[in-house]
Protein backbone atom coordinates (compact mmCIF):
# COMPACT_ATOMS: atom_id res chain seq x y z
CA UNK A 1 0.00 0.00 0.00
CA UNK A 2 1.36 3.49 -0.84
CA UNK A 3 2.41 5.33 2.16
CA UNK A 4 0.10 8.45 2.75
CA UNK A 5 1.68 11.76 1.87
CA UNK A 6 2.87 14.28 3.79
CA UNK A 7 -0.26 16.86 5.05
CA UNK A 8 2.35 19.64 5.28
CA UNK A 9 3.67 18.94 1.38
CA UNK A 10 1.12 20.38 -1.82
CA UNK A 11 1.30 17.17 -4.23
CA UNK A 12 0.99 19.09 -8.15
CA UNK A 13 -2.61 18.49 -9.57
CA UNK A 14 -2.83 19.99 -13.31
CA UNK A 15 -5.87 21.58 -14.06
CA UNK A 16 -8.10 20.01 -16.73
CA UNK A 17 -11.36 21.71 -17.13
CA UNK A 18 -11.51 25.56 -16.19
CA UNK A 19 -14.82 26.58 -15.57
CA UNK A 20 -16.77 30.23 -15.18
CA UNK A 21 -19.88 30.07 -13.51
CA UNK A 22 -20.12 33.69 -12.28
CA UNK A 23 -18.55 37.11 -12.47
CA UNK A 24 -16.09 36.39 -9.22
CA UNK A 25 -16.88 32.41 -9.17
CA UNK A 26 -15.09 29.57 -11.19
CA UNK A 27 -14.66 26.08 -10.76
CA UNK A 28 -11.66 23.73 -11.69
CA UNK A 29 -11.20 20.09 -12.65
CA UNK A 30 -7.86 19.15 -11.37
CA UNK A 31 -5.41 15.63 -12.01
CA UNK A 32 -2.41 14.75 -9.91
CA UNK A 33 0.29 15.90 -12.83
CA UNK A 34 2.96 13.25 -10.73
CA UNK A 35 2.02 10.00 -9.69
CA UNK A 36 1.54 11.20 -6.23
CA UNK A 37 -2.64 11.94 -5.38
CA UNK A 38 -4.19 12.47 -2.66
CA UNK A 39 -6.26 10.21 -0.32
CA UNK A 40 -9.70 9.73 -1.17
CA UNK A 41 -12.20 12.82 0.46
CA UNK A 42 -15.54 13.10 1.68
CA UNK A 43 -18.26 15.18 1.65
CA UNK A 44 -17.37 18.60 3.83
CA UNK A 45 -13.52 17.99 3.69
CA UNK A 46 -11.62 20.68 2.18
CA UNK A 47 -8.12 20.90 0.80
CA UNK A 48 -5.24 23.56 0.97
CA UNK A 49 -4.69 24.80 -2.79
CA UNK A 50 -1.33 26.47 -3.14
CA UNK A 51 -1.00 28.98 -6.32
CA UNK A 52 3.00 28.91 -6.55
CA UNK A 53 4.40 31.95 -5.55
CA UNK A 54 1.55 33.22 -4.45
CA UNK A 55 0.15 31.75 -1.35
CA UNK A 56 -2.38 28.68 0.04
CA UNK A 57 -5.47 29.26 0.53
CA UNK A 58 -8.35 26.44 1.94
CA UNK A 59 -11.03 25.30 -0.71
CA UNK A 60 -13.99 22.86 -0.05
CA UNK A 61 -14.10 20.23 -2.38
CA UNK A 62 -17.33 20.39 -4.59
CA UNK A 63 -17.13 17.36 -6.94
CA UNK A 64 -18.58 14.08 -6.86
CA UNK A 65 -17.11 12.13 -3.62
CA UNK A 66 -17.54 8.77 -5.57
CA UNK A 67 -15.13 9.91 -8.16
CA UNK A 68 -11.95 10.50 -6.82
CA UNK A 69 -9.33 10.69 -9.53
CA UNK A 70 -10.50 14.25 -10.47
CA UNK A 71 -10.94 16.99 -7.63
CA UNK A 72 -13.05 19.56 -8.57
CA UNK A 73 -13.04 23.08 -6.42
CA UNK A 74 -15.56 25.78 -6.75
CA UNK A 75 -13.84 29.12 -5.54
CA UNK A 76 -14.69 32.38 -5.70
CA UNK A 77 -12.44 35.15 -6.29
CA UNK A 78 -11.96 38.02 -2.79
CA UNK A 79 -8.67 38.54 -2.49
CA UNK A 80 -4.82 37.78 -3.42
CA UNK A 81 -4.68 34.00 -3.78
CA UNK A 82 -7.71 33.53 -4.91
CA UNK A 83 -8.03 36.53 -7.37
CA UNK A 84 -4.21 35.05 -9.08
CA UNK A 85 -5.99 31.49 -9.05
CA UNK A 86 -9.03 33.04 -11.34
CA UNK A 87 -6.39 34.14 -13.95
CA UNK A 88 -5.08 30.33 -14.24
CA UNK A 89 -5.47 28.33 -16.93
CA UNK A 90 -5.97 24.81 -18.23
CA UNK A 91 -2.66 23.11 -18.04
CA UNK A 92 -1.53 25.01 -15.09
CA UNK A 93 -0.11 23.53 -12.33
CA UNK A 94 -0.69 24.19 -8.87
CA UNK A 95 -0.48 22.31 -5.05
CA UNK A 96 -2.53 20.66 -3.10
CA UNK A 97 -2.79 19.00 0.29
CA UNK A 98 -5.80 17.28 1.99
CA UNK A 99 -8.16 16.58 2.15
CA UNK A 100 -8.60 18.01 5.56
CA UNK A 101 -11.50 18.29 8.16
CA UNK A 102 -14.68 16.73 9.27
CA UNK A 103 -17.70 15.70 6.78
CA UNK A 104 -21.35 15.83 6.32
CA UNK A 105 -23.57 13.15 8.54
CA UNK A 106 -24.20 11.60 5.08
CA UNK A 107 -24.53 8.18 7.70
CA UNK A 108 -26.77 10.24 10.41
CA UNK A 109 -29.17 11.05 7.62
CA UNK A 110 -29.62 7.85 6.35
CA UNK A 111 -33.47 6.58 6.35
CA UNK A 112 -34.02 10.29 6.98
CA UNK A 113 -35.66 13.53 5.07
CA UNK A 114 -32.70 15.70 3.96
CA UNK A 115 -33.04 19.38 4.00
CA UNK A 116 -29.93 21.50 2.54
CA UNK A 117 -30.11 25.33 2.73
CA UNK A 118 -27.27 27.08 0.80
CA UNK A 119 -26.10 30.66 0.54
CA UNK A 120 -24.16 31.69 -2.51
CA UNK A 121 -21.33 30.20 -2.47
CA UNK A 122 -22.25 27.67 0.29
CA UNK A 123 -23.25 25.89 -2.23
CA UNK A 124 -20.07 24.40 -2.94
CA UNK A 125 -19.04 22.31 0.26
CA UNK A 126 -22.85 20.48 -0.04
CA UNK A 127 -22.72 19.97 -3.53
CA UNK A 128 -20.56 16.37 -2.77
CA UNK A 129 -23.57 15.52 -0.64
CA UNK A 130 -26.28 16.14 -3.11
CA UNK A 131 -24.10 13.73 -5.60
CA UNK A 132 -24.41 11.39 -2.90
CA UNK A 133 -28.02 11.85 -2.11
CA UNK A 134 -28.57 11.33 -5.73
CA UNK A 135 -26.65 8.42 -6.22
CA UNK A 136 -28.23 6.65 -3.42
CA UNK A 137 -31.50 8.12 -3.38
CA UNK A 138 -32.76 4.82 -2.17
CA UNK A 139 -31.13 5.22 1.41
CA UNK A 140 -33.03 8.57 1.84
CA UNK A 141 -36.42 10.00 2.99
CA UNK A 142 -37.28 13.31 0.81
CA UNK A 143 -34.78 15.49 -0.32
CA UNK A 144 -35.08 19.06 -0.45
CA UNK A 145 -32.56 21.35 -1.56
CA UNK A 146 -33.24 25.09 -0.89
CA UNK A 147 -30.42 27.94 -2.71
CA UNK A 148 -30.31 31.44 -2.43
CA UNK A 149 -28.17 33.80 -4.33
CA UNK A 150 -27.89 37.43 -4.28
CA UNK A 151 -28.68 37.77 -7.87
CA UNK A 152 -29.88 35.43 -10.84
CA UNK A 153 -26.84 36.26 -11.99
CA UNK A 154 -25.04 34.98 -9.13
CA UNK A 155 -26.37 31.31 -8.84
CA UNK A 156 -24.34 28.74 -9.01
CA UNK A 157 -24.23 25.35 -11.40
CA UNK A 158 -27.32 26.77 -12.92
CA UNK A 159 -27.31 23.80 -15.73
CA UNK A 160 -26.94 21.20 -12.57
CA UNK A 161 -29.58 23.05 -10.39
CA UNK A 162 -31.68 22.54 -13.63
CA UNK A 163 -31.38 19.33 -13.93
CA UNK A 164 -32.38 18.37 -10.25
CA UNK A 165 -35.23 20.35 -10.41
CA UNK A 166 -36.32 18.18 -13.34
CA UNK A 167 -36.13 15.50 -11.10
CA UNK A 168 -39.30 13.82 -9.51
CA UNK A 169 -38.05 12.68 -6.28
CA UNK A 170 -36.69 15.57 -4.66
CA UNK A 171 -37.69 19.12 -4.20
CA UNK A 172 -35.56 22.02 -5.24
CA UNK A 173 -36.35 25.83 -4.66
CA UNK A 174 -33.81 28.75 -5.38
CA UNK A 175 -34.49 32.15 -4.47
CA UNK A 176 -32.45 35.49 -5.17
CA UNK A 177 -32.59 38.54 -2.96
CA UNK A 178 -32.78 40.98 -6.07
CA UNK A 179 -34.41 40.38 -9.37
CA UNK A 180 -32.48 41.40 -12.04
CA UNK A 181 -33.08 40.87 -16.18
CA UNK A 182 -36.21 38.64 -16.77
CA UNK A 183 -35.64 36.30 -13.47
CA UNK A 184 -39.48 35.07 -12.47
CA UNK A 185 -38.56 32.70 -9.63
CA UNK A 186 -38.58 33.48 -6.04
CA UNK A 187 -37.40 37.14 -4.92
CA UNK A 188 -36.25 37.12 -0.76
CA UNK A 189 -34.04 35.58 1.64
CA UNK A 190 -33.23 31.33 1.32
CA UNK A 191 -35.05 31.22 5.04
CA UNK A 192 -38.03 32.31 3.83
CA UNK A 193 -38.19 28.92 1.00
CA UNK A 194 -37.89 26.55 4.80
CA UNK A 195 -41.22 26.33 5.67
CA UNK A 196 -42.28 25.07 2.28
CA UNK A 197 -40.29 22.46 2.25
CA UNK A 198 -42.03 19.09 2.40
CA UNK A 199 -40.06 17.55 5.49
CA UNK A 200 -40.62 16.18 8.49
CA UNK A 201 -39.16 18.08 11.18
CA UNK A 202 -38.66 15.29 13.47
CA UNK A 203 -37.25 12.73 10.76
CA UNK A 204 -35.31 15.08 9.39
CA UNK A 205 -31.27 16.13 9.29
CA UNK A 206 -30.54 19.39 7.77
CA UNK A 207 -27.29 20.58 6.48
CA UNK A 208 -26.67 24.37 6.56
CA UNK A 209 -23.67 26.65 4.26
CA UNK A 210 -23.46 29.98 3.57
CA UNK A 211 -22.55 33.40 5.29
CA UNK A 212 -22.81 33.38 9.06
CA UNK A 213 -25.78 35.33 8.84
CA UNK A 214 -27.28 33.36 6.83
CA UNK A 215 -26.69 30.31 8.70
CA UNK A 216 -27.84 31.32 12.22
CA UNK A 217 -31.50 33.02 10.71
CA UNK A 218 -31.62 29.62 8.56
CA UNK A 219 -31.17 27.85 12.06
CA UNK A 220 -33.36 29.59 13.83
CA UNK A 221 -35.70 29.03 11.09
CA UNK A 222 -35.47 25.48 10.89
CA UNK A 223 -35.78 24.92 15.02
CA UNK A 224 -39.33 26.61 14.29
CA UNK A 225 -39.98 24.48 11.86
CA UNK A 226 -39.04 22.02 14.67
CA UNK A 227 -36.37 20.08 13.74
CA UNK A 228 -34.60 19.67 16.72
CA UNK A 229 -30.73 21.32 17.05
CA UNK A 230 -29.42 17.95 17.44
CA UNK A 231 -29.79 17.53 13.95
CA UNK A 232 -28.65 20.68 12.00
CA UNK A 233 -25.34 20.61 10.68
CA UNK A 234 -23.46 23.89 9.80
CA UNK A 235 -20.41 24.80 8.10
CA UNK A 236 -17.79 27.44 9.18
CA UNK A 237 -14.89 29.46 7.68
CA UNK A 238 -11.96 30.94 9.52
CA UNK A 239 -8.82 32.42 8.18
CA UNK A 240 -6.16 28.96 8.13
CA UNK A 241 -2.42 28.27 7.76
CA UNK A 242 -1.54 24.85 8.61
CA UNK A 243 -4.59 23.10 8.07
CA UNK A 244 -3.79 20.08 10.79
CA UNK A 245 -4.15 21.68 13.84
CA UNK A 246 -0.99 23.28 15.15
CA UNK A 247 -0.99 26.98 14.24
CA UNK A 248 -3.84 28.08 15.94
CA UNK A 249 -4.93 30.91 13.06
CA UNK A 250 -8.27 29.02 12.60
CA UNK A 251 -9.16 28.88 16.58
CA UNK A 252 -12.77 28.87 17.41
CA UNK A 253 -13.26 28.82 20.98
CA UNK A 254 -12.27 25.82 21.85
CA UNK A 255 -12.35 24.34 18.71
CA UNK A 256 -10.29 24.61 15.55
CA UNK A 257 -11.89 24.84 12.20
CA UNK A 258 -9.56 22.83 10.67
CA UNK A 259 -9.85 20.00 12.62
CA UNK A 260 -13.14 19.69 14.58
CA UNK A 261 -14.77 21.55 11.44
CA UNK A 262 -15.31 22.67 8.72
CA UNK A 263 -18.69 21.09 9.59
CA UNK A 264 -20.15 20.99 13.44
CA UNK A 265 -23.04 19.95 14.70
CA UNK A 266 -25.13 23.17 15.83
CA UNK A 267 -25.06 22.06 19.47
CA UNK A 268 -21.93 21.62 19.54
CA UNK A 269 -21.46 25.52 18.65
CA UNK A 270 -24.16 27.22 19.75
CA UNK A 271 -22.87 29.25 22.48
CA UNK A 272 -19.98 30.49 19.95
CA UNK A 273 -22.58 31.20 17.30
CA UNK A 274 -24.13 34.36 18.31
CA UNK A 275 -20.80 36.05 19.47
CA UNK A 276 -19.92 37.98 16.11
CA UNK A 277 -15.79 38.88 18.01
CA UNK A 278 -15.48 35.02 17.84
C1 LIG B 1 -12.71 25.24 5.51
C2 LIG B 1 -12.87 26.35 4.49
C3 LIG B 1 -13.46 26.07 3.26
C4 LIG B 1 -13.59 27.07 2.31
N1 LIG B 1 -14.17 26.76 1.11
C5 LIG B 1 -14.27 27.70 0.17
C6 LIG B 1 -14.81 27.38 -1.11
O1 LIG B 1 -15.22 26.23 -1.39
N2 LIG B 1 -14.86 28.35 -2.04
C7 LIG B 1 -14.43 29.65 -1.77
O2 LIG B 1 -14.50 30.49 -2.66
N3 LIG B 1 -13.93 29.97 -0.57
C8 LIG B 1 -13.82 29.03 0.39
N4 LIG B 1 -13.27 29.38 1.60
C9 LIG B 1 -12.83 30.77 1.83
C10 LIG B 1 -11.45 30.97 1.21
O3 LIG B 1 -10.51 30.18 1.89
C11 LIG B 1 -11.06 32.45 1.32
O4 LIG B 1 -11.90 33.21 0.49
C12 LIG B 1 -9.61 32.63 0.90
O5 LIG B 1 -8.76 32.11 1.91
C13 LIG B 1 -9.29 34.10 0.68
O6 LIG B 1 -7.91 34.18 0.39
P1 LIG B 1 -7.32 35.34 -0.53
O7 LIG B 1 -5.84 35.29 -0.42
O8 LIG B 1 -7.89 35.29 -1.89
O9 LIG B 1 -7.90 36.62 0.16
P2 LIG B 1 -7.15 37.58 1.22
O10 LIG B 1 -6.31 38.52 0.45
O11 LIG B 1 -6.55 36.78 2.32
O12 LIG B 1 -8.44 38.31 1.87
C14 LIG B 1 -9.46 38.92 1.10
C15 LIG B 1 -10.67 39.22 1.97
O13 LIG B 1 -11.30 38.00 2.39
C16 LIG B 1 -11.30 37.90 3.80
N5 LIG B 1 -10.98 36.51 4.12
C17 LIG B 1 -9.80 35.86 3.93
N6 LIG B 1 -9.91 34.58 4.29
C18 LIG B 1 -11.16 34.40 4.75
C19 LIG B 1 -11.89 33.29 5.27
N7 LIG B 1 -11.36 32.08 5.40
N8 LIG B 1 -13.17 33.48 5.62
C20 LIG B 1 -13.74 34.69 5.51
N9 LIG B 1 -13.11 35.77 4.99
C21 LIG B 1 -11.85 35.63 4.64
C22 LIG B 1 -10.25 38.84 4.30
O14 LIG B 1 -10.57 39.31 5.59
C23 LIG B 1 -10.33 39.96 3.24
O15 LIG B 1 -11.40 40.83 3.52
C24 LIG B 1 -13.14 28.39 2.59
C25 LIG B 1 -12.56 28.68 3.83
C26 LIG B 1 -12.42 27.67 4.77
C27 LIG B 1 -11.80 27.98 6.10
Same mark, same amino acid.
Given at each position: ?AALPD??VPIPYRIE?????????????LRPASDQALP?? $?? *? +?????Y %?Y????????????????EVI???????? &?? &?? #???? /? =??GHVIGMR????? &???? @?? #??? +?????????? *??????????? /????????? =?? %????????? @???????? !?????????????? &?????? *??? $???????????????????????? %????????????????? +?? !?? =????????? $????? #???????? +???????? =?????????? !???????? @??
Amino acid at each position: MAALPDPMVPIPYRIERYRKETHDTFTLELRPASDQALPPF $RA *G +QFNMLY %VYGVGEVPISISGNPENGEVIVHTTRAVG &TV &TS #AMQH /L =KAGHVIGMRGPFGS &TWPI @EE #AKG +QDVVIVAGGI *GLAPLRPVIYY /LLNHREKFG =KV %VILYGARTP @EDILYRKE !IESWRKRLDMEVLV &TVDRAT *GNW $RGNVGVVTRLIPRGPFDPYAAVAM %VCGPEIMMYYTVLELMD +QG !IP =KSNIYVSME $RNMKC #AVGFCGHC +QYGPHFIC =KDGPVFPYER !IENLFTKR @EI
